[in-house]
Structure formats: structure tokens, C-alpha cells
């Protein structure tokens, strides 16, 4: 079993609508949880740290699932820009750790 | 602030040949230094990982090897190149606690 797992996609999402995807991980000793963007050919950008009791960051709300092992990320009013790689990223050990999920693709349509 | 250099951004090299890429981190001392891999349409998968200089992890067998000859000079390196290990190189840094990690341009490598 991999240690991040998401669903791939593609998420075909029409322009203005909400999508929402997830992420489980396999270690509960996970320590902390982000949500990276990845543009086609192009290294991964943060996007936002995930909190325990979930944080918002304008259209986009990231939730923590600490009891069934998942994060979530939730995109509002969807933008042609918003067009990207979704990876899911969890910190473990001491040390940091980072184990990367394989990425969700999203593509918003006009 | 904080800065992460990764060059070259392109490198075509043929099968057998030597490599060196190279990662330098500004602006922050003693951080964690990671080195992955892509290949397309894949995932990231992590090769190499120091907490502090001289101190390496490995995290799957392969042909390369990467060493941190200074606090923030990460090198990845390579005797003889292998058709395989073609792919999108990306290097990272982060703190030493529960922080994100940024990334540097990436190096695409195309053995040929």
C-alpha cells in the first residue's frame, strides 16, 4: 500500500462550480499535512498547510482527518487557472520527512 | 529571504555519461534538503535526504548518489548513466520542523 494515496482524475469541472477531492496516508504518526500545485512542467508550489480544525484560503478550504487518516481539499467558484496537479503532501517523522501522493489532475472547463 | 537555486533547468546527456546537478539554498541555515525524482505523468518520488551536512539517507537502491559537501549545497551525482534515469529532478529544502518545503526549478534529464 502507498504511504499517500489519491485519486488521479482527471476532475472535469465546469467553470464557477465547487470540486473536492481526497487524500489518505498510511502513518498515523503523521505530523503535518499540505496541499502542493503542480503546473505542467513545472516544480510544485505550496498551496496551503492543512490544520487540525481545517483552514480556509479564499475559494480553497483544506480539512484534516486525523481518526480515518484523510485530508481534503475543496476548490470554490472554480477559474480556468485553477487548471493544475493537485499533490497531497504529509510530514513524518522527527526529522520531516515528505511523502508525496501522486497527484489529482483537475482541468476546469469554460 | 529565502531562495533555492537548481540549475541546469535542461540537460540531454548520453548513456554512460557522468552527472552533476547541483542545489544551493539561501537565506536559512541547517535546513532538511531533499532530492526527488518525476517521471512523466508520475508521481514524486523521493531519491535522497540530509538533515546536516555529510548526512545522507537513500531512499531506494539506484544508480546515483547525492552528497552535501556544505550546510546548504546539495549535489546529485551519477558514474554512468542509465536509460532510466531519465526524468524531472527537483530539489527541496524545508526546516527543521513540522514546515513546508519549497522546491527549486527542476532539472529535466533526458538520457539519450
Known amino acids: 500500500r502507498k504511504e499517500v494515496e489519491q485519486d488521479p482524475g482527471p476532475f472535469n469541472v465546469p467553470e464557477g462550480a465547487t470540486v473536492a477531492f481526497n487524500c489518505t496516508y498510511s502513518?498515523?504518526?503523521?505530523?503535518?499535512f499540505f496541499w502542493y500545485r503542480q503546473d505542467c512542467r513545472k516544480e510544485p508550489k505550496l498551496l496551503m498547510s492543512?490544520?487540525?480544525s481545517g483552514n480556509e484560503d479564499g475559494r480553497f478550504t483544506a480539512q484534516l482527518n486525523r481518526a480515518s487518516q484523510y485530508i481534503s481539499l475543496l476548490i470554490r467558484d472554480s477559474k480556468l487557472s485553477d487548471s493544475a496537479t493537485y499533490l497531497c503532501v504529509v510530514k513524518v517523522g522527527s526529522w520531516g520527512k515528505l511523502q508525496f501522493g501522486a497527484g489529482t489532475q483537475v482541468v476546469v472547463t469554460p | 529571504s529565502q531562495t533555492i537555486h537548481q540549475w541546469p533547468a535542461t540537460l540531454v546527456q548520453p548513456v554512460g555519461s557522468p552527472l552533476s546537478l547541483e542545489c544551493t539554498v539561501e537565506g536559512t541555515s541547517n535546513p532538511n534538503l531533499y532530492w526527488y525524482r518525476q517521471a512523466a505523468g508520475r508521481g514524486l518520488q523521493l531519491l535522497f535526504y540530509s538533515v546536516g551536512i555529510g548526512q545522507i539517507s537513500s531512499e531506494v537502491p539506484q544508480n546515483l548518489s547525492a552528497s552535501r559537501p556544505q550546510d546548504r549545497q546539495f549535489i546529485l551525482s551519477s558514474k554512468k548513466l542509465l536509460l532510466s534515469d531519465s526524468g524531472f529532478y527537483l530539489c527541496?529544502?524545508?526546516?527543521?520542523?513540522?514546515?513546508?518545503?519549497?522546491f527549486g526549478q527542476g532539472t529535466r534529464l533526458t538520457v539519450v
Open positions: 502513518n498515523s504518526a503523521s505530523q503535518s
Open positions: 527541496a529544502y524545508s526546516g527543521q520542523t513540522n514546515t513546508e518545503a519549497f
Open positions: 492543512v490544520y487540525s
